[in-house]
């Protein structure tokens, strides 16, 4: 585990070492942003977007939870949302799910607990609407692999339904919003198919 401390003299070096690339750097991401991509994505510490993206400070606009729910009551989400179309306009979305993912397995498990809660629950009500289809895939991990993406694919239409998203494309912003799964096991980013509205599949 890396102490407090190692974090911050890590921060010291990485400062400084931008710094000595680029005496401008800092000067410049503080007069402002100017992100072409939002990304919404797990919490989870595996799927860091910058890092996996290998995009710079400034580039990634970003909101994180819990298996990359985009809900219409969830106040924070739309936030971003809003602020990232109408404010930055931003003319990409990502909404992006990750295999292995904590809040799938828990939705899938049928724990009480994923019934109990109220962010996991809308998982476990996807993961019924979509019961059949599961339900024939025998493999566990092709199981959760295919509600990773269910569940995508329900987060690019649910950013596609958004006041953000009609707002931004009445001021002219053209918005297209993308649904990608990044694999745990090999690093790699894979596009699903959802079209440039996110209202098809
Ligand atoms: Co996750």
Redesign the pocket.
Known sequence: MTALADILARNRAWAERMLAADPEYFRALARGQAPQFLWIG???SR?PPNQITDLAPGELFVHRN???LVLPADASCQAVLRFALLELRVPHVIVC??T?????AAALEDLSDAHADPWLRHLVELRDRHAAELAAIAEPAERARRLVELNVLEQVRNVGESAAVREARAMGTPVSIHGWVYGIEDGLLRELACGANGATI
């Open positions: 797990c919490s989870d799927v819990i298996a990359n799910g990750h292995g993912c904590g809040g799938i």
